[in-house]
């Protein structure tokens, strides 16, 4: 089992292994991942976080030797990057790197981390040191710093998301390890049944006319939910789905279900 990880930024996964392919996913800085096949310059693989497989330019990616999977294994990850976009500077060559919201830093403290040996510094009001407690002045205020945030399939950065890579992003800042698509997201945690006994940092699914679950969004309350389509946004949620004032005041989405993850 050969393992890989991410010493860039962001790396979008790919569907095939050609630049044209849709994009399925990203990689985020210091995540790993299991090498599954090769193919010319592209590499298979899944993303060791939310098992997420695809195609990756080989050249995006750093091969580990056991002892350096070994360390990272023992590491510990809990900080996160919590603002949409920060830089971290290495002690190395004095190079910054932007790194996007969500991205774990190992070894973090008091604005310093360590990865393979590489000492970096960041400045720590953009860092969740630990995972930060679900109350409304929390979220609120995570949440305003990604509105605007474009829709991008398979993001899952500060440059564009996707409604379940938002959702991903954000609910891990809160100490919750979510799958990548919403089809996965919905099969977590808990059911709720009813809006009228939802809760702030519940996620409310929904589908398209076949049923399949197809879009996610994060409840603020019972009447307000934030989700990526097209642009985070804030809209109104009742029972019946999203109803948009934007798109002439109707539903756009489809309520199917509330599932909590705390």
Sequence with gaps: MVKA???HSVVPVRREPQ???AQETQ???AETC???SELDRWIEIKNDA???HGWVDA???TRLSSAEWKLLRQAQCVARVKLPMAYALSM???QTLPLTAGTCLPNYHDGQFELLGVPFRIDPSMVAAEPMEMTEANLLETVRFFLNIPYLWGGKNAMGLDCSGFTQVVLSLFGHSLLRNASEQVQQGRAIHSLSSARMGDLAFFD???GKISHVGLLLDKERIVHCSGRVKVEKIDEQGIFSVEAGNTYTHHLVTIRRYS
């Design 5 to 7: 990880i991410v010493l």
């Design 34 to 36: 299991t090498i599954l």
């Design 59 to 61: 050249k995006m990616l």
């Design 92 to 94: 190395n060559n004095g």
């Design 50 to 52: 939310d098992g997420q």
């Design 19 to 21: 630049e044209t392919a």
């Design 27 to 29: 990689l985020l800085f």
């Design 208 to 210: 398209h006319e076949d």
